[in-house]
């Protein structure tokens, strides 16, 4: 399964702190800058796995920009925003 074609794409699971921390600073920038955002679970595609080590993993426009934490300024400066 291919990523979503959301802006910002997110691979978490469930019950994981750091997605949680990472989806509120998400969810916060995109409120501003107007761009779409979609998580995918890990266990949703077998491709995923990769990631298992690495969550959660963001990407921007379909290229991976983050993992475990997502800075605030530099998800804006990747956004053009």
Do not use: N
């Amino acid at each position: 399964m291919p990523l979503p074609s959301s802006r910002v794409v997110m691979i978490g699971k469930p019950g994981c702190h750091l997605c949680d921390q990472a989806r509120s600073v998400i969810e916060r920038v995109v409120a501003e800058t107007g761009d779409s955002f979609e998580e995918v679970f890990l266990d949703s595609d077998p491709a995923f796995v990769r990631y298992t080590e690495e969550i959660p993993v963001t990407f921007v426009d379909g290229r991976q920009h983050d993992y475990w934490r997502v800075d605030e300024g530099r998800l804006r400066t990747a956004l053009g925003r």
